[in-house]
């Protein structure tokens, strides 16, 4: 070997170790990321389950079903690698264009996860909503969890039963026992999804939590609200529009927001006796507005009426849900 070739080659292993020492020895191939679906019937806490890994609000719960309506995509990120979580609407049944919508988001998602997340509650009954599912999961090819969530509602010992109910209907990779609501199993299923990704570089930077934009939050806050404080009084038709989100000088946020409803007879549930229902909603959504922007907030609400919202393709663009993101 000629001086002038040891000379190339040395600048090439020195260029290596530099380039190493920037990166860190072999980054991507001991950390593991990917894309992780959480489906499930509506109502089995799947909004609670992300929430409580990611550690931080991103989306909204209610005991009604049907609250997630959207993909919302949020982002762990450890020294083990990155878990981008797709929470989607559950699978049901549905009546109008939102819930075709909401189906197809569920469904479309199974086919961009590397993994996939089956939430089911604590019970041996397997409806037509699960059959449904079992018929999905076993088109794909991507690894799926069984996570039995809830088992704070039940004795240990009759967990077997539940689990025998579910063992020959798809080819899971792993069940789990986990209660989303108190945390118990949580971090067993962070650790075994880890283990089922793939090695390579994170999607994300480590600070990022969610793809929603923030006004997108915002106002699924408030229709968080408006579901909690209505309980059986008004229907799934409500929808809630971020009209303008503006940072005053001083730091405080103004934000209004038009909460849209189908009926005049909601309109007067919605706002009240003397706005008193309306104030309500209002005061429970900004404190948490507050704790997500890192200020104080002024929220102006109103109430509209847009009647058979629902099954209008141009409102429901409109309120964001385009059939072209399916």
Same mark, same amino acid.
Request: net charge neutral; with cysteine.
């Given at each position: 070997?000629?001086?002038?070739?040891?000379?190339?080659?040395?600048?090439?292993?020195?260029?290596?170790?530099?380039?190493?020492?920037?990166?860190?020895?072999?980054?991507?191939?001991?950390?593991?990321?990917?894309?992780?679906?959480?489906?499930?019937?509506?109502? /089995?806490?799947?909004?609670?389950?992300?929430?409580?890994?990611?550690?931080?609000?991103?989306?909204?719960?209610?005991?009604?079903?049907?609250?997630?309506?959207?993909?919302?995509?949020?982002?762990?990120?450890?020294?083990?690698?990155?878990?981008?979580?797709?929470?989607?609407?559950?699978?049901?049944?549905?009546?109008?264009?939102?819930?075709?919508?909401?189906?197809?988001?569920?469904?479309?998602?199974?086919?961009?996860?590397?993994?996939?997340?089956?939430?089911?509650?604590?019970?041996?009954?397997?409806?037509?909503?699960?059959?449904?599912?079992?018929?999905?999961?076993?088109?794909?090819?991507?690894? /799926?969890?069984?996570?039995?969530?809830?088992?704070?509602?039940?004795?240990?010992?009759?967990?077997?039963?539940?689990?025998?109910?579910?063992?020959?209907?798809?080819?899971?990779?792993?069940?789990?026992?986990?209660?989303?609501?108190?945390?118990?199993?949580?971090?067993?299923?962070?650790?075994?999804?880890?283990?089922?990704?793939?090695?390579?570089?994170?999607?994300?930077?480590?600070?990022?939590?969610?793809?929603?934009?923030?006004?997108?939050?915002?106002?699924?806050?408030?229709?968080?609200?408006?579901?909690?404080?209505?309980?059986?009084?008004?229907?799934?038709?409500?929808?809630?529009?971020?009209?303008?989100?503006?940072?005053?000088?001083?730091?405080?946020?103004?934000?209004?927001?038009?909460?849209?409803?189908?009926?005049?007879?909601?309109?007067?549930?919605?706002?009240?006796?003397?706005?008193?229902?309306?104030?309500?909603?209002?005061?429970?959504?900004?404190?948490?507005?507050?704790?997500?922007?890192?200020?104080? /907030?002024?929220?102006?609400?109103?109430?509209?009426?847009?009647?058979?919202?629902?099954?209008?393709?141009?409102?429901?663009?409109?309120?964001?849900?385009?059939?072209?993101?399916?």
């Amino acid at each position: 070997m000629s001086k002038k070739q040891h000379n190339e080659e040395q600048k090439a292993l020195d260029l290596d170790a530099l380039l190493e020492s920037v990166a860190g020895p072999s980054s991507d191939a001991s950390r593991r990321a990917g894309f992780v679906a959480i489906i499930g019937r509506p109502n /089995v806490g799947k909004s609670t389950l992300m929430n409580r890994i990611i550690g931080q609000k991103i989306a909204i719960t209610s005991d009604k079903p049907q609250t997630t309506r959207n993909r919302i995509q949020t982002v762990y990120t450890d020294e083990r690698g990155q878990i981008v979580f797709l929470d989607t609407p559950g699978i049901h049944k549905a009546h109008n264009k939102l819930g075709d919508y909401m189906v197809g988001v569920a469904e479309h998602t199974l086919k961009d996860a590397d993994l996939i997340l089956w939430l089911v509650e604590p019970t041996d009954f397997i409806g037509a909503g699960e059959r449904h599912i079992i018929e999905q999961l076993n088109k794909v090819t991507s690894p /799926v969890f069984l996570v039995i969530n809830k088992v704070d509602t039940v004795r240990k010992e009759q967990l077997l039963p539940f689990i025998d109910a579910y063992r020959d209907k798809v080819d899971f990779r792993e069940v789990i026992p986990v209660s989303a609501l108190k945390g118990t199993g949580c971090d067993t299923l962070v650790q075994l999804i880890f283990d089922n990704l793939p090695y390579g570089p994170a999607f994300y930077d480590e600070d990022t939590l969610t793809d929603q934009p923030m006004k997108q939050i915002v106002a699924e806050l408030i229709r968080e609200k408006v579901l909690r404080l209505l309980k059986d009084e008004i229907p799934h038709g409500v929808a809630v529009g971020i009209e303008s989100m503006k940072e005053r000088d001083n730091g405080i946020m103004d934000i209004e927001a038009t909460i849209y409803c189908e009926r005049d007879s909601h309109k007067g549930i919605i706002i009240g006796k003397g706005g008193e229902m309306l104030k309500r909603i209002g005061s429970k959504a900004r404190p948490e507005m507050e704790d997500l922007l890192e200020t104080k /907030v002024n929220l102006k609400l109103w109430v509209k009426v847009k009647k058979d919202w629902r099954d209008s393709d141009y409102l429901l663009k409109n309120f964001g849900f385009r059939k072209e993101e399916i």
